[in-house]
T-cell receptor, first 113, second 116 residues
Framework: RKEVEQDPGPFNVPEGATVAFNCTYS??????FFWYRQDCRKEPKLLMS???SGNEDGRFTAQLNRASQYISLLIRDSKLSDSATYLC??????????????FGKGTKLSVIP | ETGVTQTPRHLVMGMTNKKSLKCEQH?????MYWYKQSAKKPLELMFV???????ENNSVPSRFSPECPNSSHLFLHLHTLQPEDSALYLC???????????????FGEGSRLTVL
């Protein structure tokens, strides 16, 4: 069964905290995965791509564990503006050479003062 | 400011109405998508158009009918909808459908549909 699983949260963390989200996926041989961010009543926007070697962008670090089939997102020094829903996205195999981008339900993060 | 624009942003319709959602992308992309986002559910891919070829999710009811007259415009025609069809309908585009595993989806702000 094709699926992407995330803990829906909410994660309520104080400003300055470090928070990590995990996401598990099934049936993908893709080299890249994605984290999207969706603010309340807004559209999803790409936050980071995740490659086998991992990816770091400022306070955000994404890792891929292919053996265990999970992707992680680490946010350091949380800011109030980080409050959003984080969507894990995996290209899951549909057939020979064919993939469909499959979204998780999202993990809600609230950073509190 | 988004390169993908959707209209209307909000729509309320009765079950017997016929309406259409419109999407336009200004990014020069070759693939466009309709997604449905319901509360507490993941984004669900409804339709993909890539270089005028349509790929659809077989679970989408026939009361949803897409139209893609060119690579920049995408419509979703709605008729005899049900209250459970109330959701946020998101349009997206990407450079190329085959490149999607390594590429990025650009979403519009969505059309929030309420079916009474």
């Amino acid at each position: 069964r094709k699926e992407v699983e995330q803990d829906p949260g909410p994660f309520n963390v104080p400003e300055g905290a470090t928070v990590a989200f995990n996401c598990t996926y099934s049936n993908s041989a893709s080299q890249s995965f994605f984290w999207y961010r969706q603010d309340c009543r807004k559209e999803p926007k790409l936050l980071m791509s995740v490659y086998s070697s991992g990816n770091e962008d400022g306070r955000f670090t994404a890792q891929l564990n292919r053996a265990s089939q999970y992707i992680s997102l680490l946010i350091r020094d949380s800011k109030l503006s980080d409050s959003a829903t984080y969507l894990c996205v995996a290209p899951l195999r549909e057939g020979a050479g064919s993939y469909q981008l499959t979204f998780g339900k999202g993990t809600k993060l609230s950073v509190i003062p | 400011e988004t390169g993908v624009t959707q209209t209307p942003r909000h729509l309320v319709m009765g079950m017997t109405n016929k309406k259409s959602l419109k999407c336009e992308q200004h990014l020069g992309h070759n693939a466009m998508y309709w997604y449905k986002q319901s509360a507490k559910k993941p984004l669900e891919l409804m339709f993909v158009y890539s270089l005028e070829e349509r790929v659809e999710n077989n679970s989408v009811p026939s009361r949803f009918s897409p139209e893609c007259p060119n690579s920049s415009h995408l419509f979703l025609h709605l008729h005899t909808l049900q209250p459970e069809d109330s959701a946020l309908y998101l349009c997206a585009s990407s450079q190329d459908r085959k490149a999607v595993p390594g590429g990025e989806l650009f979403f519009g702000e969505g059309s929030r549909l309420t079916v009474l």
